[in-house]
């Protein structure tokens, strides 16, 4: 196993406007130690990947994002969005995930038709208005590119449709929330290559209008569809830049290693 000095670290300044901010992050299972000191800037209206090997704290660095972590991990260090600490235990988290949403790995629809998967939780938060309802139904089914194969289903099951069209449920479902960032952890993993194309061709639609955070053990993925990569080992990001430089001119052998297959 190669050993790589965490000391030797590239994190490329962002240039653009910035939609949330980590400033050294730490996490801690119990006595492990997860993720050391993590900064990053997000872009707005970008994709950022999260890659690196399996363990290496890529998920549990986006859980913190929007506070997924609260129960299981110990999070210190500042999660800055508009000028705000949301690491900060005054904060409302329900209010945190309206603004910050997440796609699980696994599609996880409720069992309830497709149309209650998308109304259900805008109900919940007091939208009761009938045309606002059927506005934000239409509008984030299309965003996600699943009306036309759904429009006339809408009362169906939700269960009764194919993994791919679940996971675009799941990501309707949380855009219909209007929220500004979208959280996906490996959005795609479970599903086919034709899915798959469909899940990466509506990020990068939804880009326009959300900044996207995604983590990713794809590669080719990540330099198909994101504008930066971060790349994680052992609980550290090792270098942070756009994804065209991450993958044709890295600035860390660590980096470099991983993307070449020869790594560890
Ligand atoms: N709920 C948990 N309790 C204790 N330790 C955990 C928990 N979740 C993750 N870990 C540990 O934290 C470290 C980082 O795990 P994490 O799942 O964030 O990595 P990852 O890069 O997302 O991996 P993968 O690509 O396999 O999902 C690992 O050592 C893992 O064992």
Request: charged share 25%.
């Amino acid at each position: 196993m190669k050993t790589y000095d965490f000391n030797q670290q590239y994190i490329s300044k962002i240039e653009q406007e910035v939609a949330l901010s980590t400033e050294n992050v730490q996490v801690h299972y119990g006595k492990s130690h997860a993720i050391f000191d993590a900064s990053l800037d997000f872009p707005r209206f970008q994709i950022t990947s999260l890659i690196g090997a399996s363990g290496s704290g890529k998920s549990t660095y986006l859980r913190c994002l929007n506070r997924m972590n609260d129960r299981i991990a110990q999070v210190d260090g500042k999660i800055l969005y508009r000028n705000t600490d949301i690491n900060s235990k005054t904060i409302n988290v329900y209010e945190v995930r309206r603004h910050i949403g997440m796609v699980f790995q696994r599609p996880n629809p409720f069992a309830k038709s497709i149309r209650e998967n998308i109304l259900f939780a805008l109900k919940n938060n007091g939208i009761n208005d009938k045309k606002e309802l059927q506005e934000r139904l239409e509008t984030s089914l299309r965003d996600a590119a699943l009306w036309d194969e759904v429009k006339d289903d809408l009362d169906k099951s939700a269960l009764a449709l194919s993994g791919g069209q679940q996971q675009r449920l799941c990501i309707a479902r949380s855009i219909a929330m209007h929220p500004d960032i979208l959280l996906l952890d490996e959005p795609a993993s479970a599903l086919d290559p034709i899915s798959t194309s469909k899940i990466e061709e509506t990020l990068k639609l939804l880009s326009k209008s959300y900044t996207i955070i995604i983590v990713t053990h794809n590669m080719q993925q990540a330099s198909r569809i994101s504008d930066y990569t971060a790349f994680f080992h052992m609980g550290h990001i090792i270098e942070y830049n756009q994804t065209k430089n991450i993958f044709t001119a890295p600035e860390i052998k660590a980096t470099e290693d991983y993307i070449s297959g020869d790594f560890g």
